[in-house]
């Protein structure tokens, strides 16, 4: 049959894959959030002790490959008794690596906060916790959200390495599929435009939540 | 009878729905001064740009000595090579030094040999004053300086005219004196030059012509004492008491 | 103690797959320069045409499909196209083009933080566009993209570990040799690769550190472009 027919004929079963993939994207991104807010509050309010272990942990992610995180986690672990089915150690290898990532664009962006608001803010009397949750972080929010928004979009991309270590999300499906019917390149020609149009909807998405939320003359 | 160095002809230029030069004519003869005066945004710089082709107009001719330039068989870059300019902004080129920026028109378009170039250049930068200078990169210099070293990459092509786009509006008060000194030894050496600018001073010592320009046309053009003195325009000598007021003519 | 042995004896074998991942990371870096700078001018310079009919379709492909489809593609297309080539070059060709369209990026950015002052002060004195573009805006856009193009370097290293996946034998996959082979203890192989790998992240970034102190231009920053859409930015 020819390619269009093929597409018609394979998409559901890819769309169970690419139901998979987004839901790694959104668990990967949340535990990134969850993680990564506090590492970058540690590196920049934190005393010394808190600082070098949130940076030695933001420095040793983002240094070494995804792939041999995941690797770690799924073929390593193992040895020390710990199992973890493919979903699991893809959620966390991609959520701990995204949290390297997004404590230093939380970072980045309390740090672009200008010092002489915490003055201001010292100056009527707020506390450091005070400060912080009223001045520091709704701004930091509204200030992170072009990085934060490129990183969701990696998170999609990169979730195709969860195949590496069998997770059945959109690559897998492809594979399998391909390993049927010995179509391959055309198997994932629809991968590679299902993957496009899945960016291009999120990027919409983002760009128009950026501009309702970007804080007016920044 | 002088020798007519630069001829423009019902020169038109348009930006978007724009008009900003609307039939402009004048022609500068050979060690002459032109300077252009007018409230900005009136297509005085277009003007200039448009000489050299770097904004080519929409309509009109101009002609370097015998040359037309805005014929389309012309190799403008020979024509450039011949024109000098200087900008407002000075536009020295920040990854060389100050000598490597006089000299680099000398190497790359002219061809000439590394040893008479570096000769050339230093004799240039000697007469803007800065010959200490020459190892020095564009950002550690004052801004005074850097339009100087501009001038001398200008002249170091040896060209038979120079266009001066504003050169001292974006320099501090204190610095305008040494870059007008330098225009005006060089108007003195004989060197043909137009220069757009609001430094009336300057225009009434030293200009053989002023040309007043206002919304895209030559409101009137005349000698420096006809100009300042008894203009024709009421828009002219409504024009000139504001920009004295603002920066200074020349104490009588 | 049997695991460190382990480790020790498949150091000849760890070492081939550095060289290896060297190697790719040259070749990616490579031909995304080339192709990068040549974009980059078309974005810049090039007519209406060009840039909306093949420079941003190519950058928008190349950059929102993942790079594990990228690789894929290459290597299954070389078959399906009676190509026939090595994974090792379908990876060069997936991964320098994808490389191609990030560094093209970089390197528009630094030309147009530039501003075309520099552009109209060459061409002032004669320079044609080629040299404009050789003399006096390349070699301050260079300059400026040093610290962006680290980030990418450390991108291209990490991500020559996808090779992998079309059975290049770069370091990750001599890894997996070596547990494979042994029954080794695969947490500290890995955990072993894993820190290979940042060594060599921070050698290069360590050299690219200096090269930047060496050729900085006084008071110059790429000013990043404000209010991009973000299919633009990824």
Redesign the interface.
């Known amino acids: 049959m020819n390619f269009l027919a093929l597409a018609w004929n394979i998409l559901p079963k890819l769309m169970e894959g690419a139901v998979i993939t987004i839901q790694l994207t959104i668990i990967a991104i949340i535990i990134g959030i969850i993680i990564g807010i506090p590492t970058a509050l540690g590196r920049v309010y934190g005393n010394k002790v808190v600082y070098t272990v949130c940076s030695f942990f933001v420095e ?1 992610i ?8 995941l ?2 986690l799924y ?6 008794g710990i199992m973890l089915s493919p979903f699991t150690a893809a959620m966390f290898g991609l959520g701990i690596n995204s949290a390297a990532y997004q404590a230093e664009y939380f970072r980045g962006a309390i740090q672009s906060i200008k010092k002489e608001q915490l003055i201001a803010a010292y100056s009527i009397g707020m506390n450091q916790m005070q400060t912080i949750r009223h001045i520091v972080l709704p701004q930091m929010f509204r200030l992170v959200i ?1 990085s934060w ?2 990183e969701l ?2 998170l999609l ?5 969860a ?2 270590i069998q997770a059945p999300e959109i ?1 897998s499906q492809g594979r399998l599929i391909a390993s049927r019917n010995f179509r ?3 198997v ?2 629809i ?2 435009l299902i ?2 149009v899945l ?2 909807i999120l ?2 998405i ?2 128009i939540m ?1 501009n309702k939320f970007r804080i007016p003359g920044l | 009878m002088p020798n007519v160095i630069l001829r423009a002809e019902n020169i038109y230029k348009k930006y978007g729905n724009l008009e900003v030069l609307k039939g402009i004519s004048f022609r500068v003869n050979q060690g002459e001064t032109t300077v252009i005066i007018g409230p900005s945004g009136t297509g005085k710089s277009t003007l200039l740009t448009c000489i ?1 082709q ?1 904004t080519p107009p929409d309509k009109g001719h101009i002609w370097l000595e015998d040359t037309e330039i805005t014929h389309p068989d012309t190799d403008i ?9 200087v ?1 407002q ?1 000075f ?5 060389l030094s100050v000598l490597d920026n006089v000299r ?2 000398l190497l ?3 061809k000439i040999p590394m040893s008479e170039a570096t000769k050339i250049s230093m004799e240039k930068l000697n007469d803007v004053g800065l010959g200490d200078k020459v190892n020095a ?1 564009p ?2 210099l004052s801004g005074g300086q850097q339009q100087r070293v ?1 001038i001398a ?2 002249l170091a ?1 040896k060209p038979k005219l120079i266009l001066f786009d504003e050169p001292t509006s974006a320099l501090d008060p204190e610095l305008i004196g040494e870059v007008l000194n330098v225009m005006t030894k060089l108007a003195e050496s004989g060197m043909t030059m137009v220069v757009v600018s609001h430094e009336m001073g300057f225009a009434r010592a030293v200009a053989n012509d002023i040309i007043f320009m206002e919304n895209g046309v030559i409101v009137e053009e005349g000698k420096p004492d006809k100009m300042f003195i008894q203009s024709e325009n009421p828009r002219t000598k409504e024009f000139l008491h504001k920009i004295t007021e603002l920066y200074g003519g020349k104490k009588e | 103690m049997e695991q460190i042995n382990i480790i020790w004896q498949g150091l000849p074998s760890l070492l081939s797959g550095t060289v290896t991942t060297i190697i790719l990371t040259i070749y990616f870096l490579g031909l995304g320069f080339v192709m990068g700078i040549i974009l980059a001018l078309g974005r810049v310079y090039g007519s209406r045409i060009i840039n909306y009919i093949i420079i941003r379709p190519f950058e ?2 190349f950059r ?7 690789l ?2 290459f290597y ?2 070389s ?2 196209f009676n190509l026939n080539f090595s994974p090792f070059v379908a990876a060069i060709l997936a991964m320098g083009l994808r490389s191609a369209a990030y560094q093209s990026e970089i390197f528009r950015g630094a030309i147009q933080s530039i501003g075309d ?2 552009m ?9 566009m080629f ?1 404009s573009i050789r ?2 805006i390349l ?2 856009a260079l ?1 400026l993209s040093i610290p962006p193009w680290a980030n990418e370097y ?1 991108v291209v290293l ?5 090779a ?2 079309v059975g290049v034998t770069e370091l ?1 996959r001599q ?2 040799y070596i ?1 494979a082979r042994t029954f080794g ?4 192989v ?2 072993f ?3 290979i ?2 060594i060599l ?2 050698i290069g970034n360590q050299i690219l550190k200096k090269l930047e102190k060496k050729y900085k ?4 920053e790429i000013q990043a472009p404000k209010q991009q ?3 633009e ?2």
């Open positions: 040793i983002r240094g070494t490959p995804l792939l041999t995180q690797f770690i073929f390593g672990l193992p040895s020390v072009p928004s490129n979009i990696y991309k990169y979730s195709s390495m195949y590496m690559m391959t390149f055309e994932f020609i991968v590679a993957y496009l960016v291009s990027s919409k983002l760009d950026e | 050299n770097l870059n020979l024509i450039r090579s011949s024109i000098g300019m900008f902004h536009n020295l080129f920040t990854h680099i028109g790359v378009v002219k990169y950002a550690e501009s990459r200008a092509m | 928008r492909f929102a499909v993942p790079a594990l489809v990228l894929f593609l299954f297309g078959s399906f002052g520099q109209k002060a060459a061409r002032s004195i004669g320079m044609n040299q003399y006096i070699p301050q300059r450390a990490k991500d020559t570990s996808l992998y996946a990750l890894g997996r547990v203890n695969a947490l500290l890995y955990t690769c894993a820190l790998y940042f992240v921070f231009i006084p008071g110059h859409s973000v299919l930015r990824i």
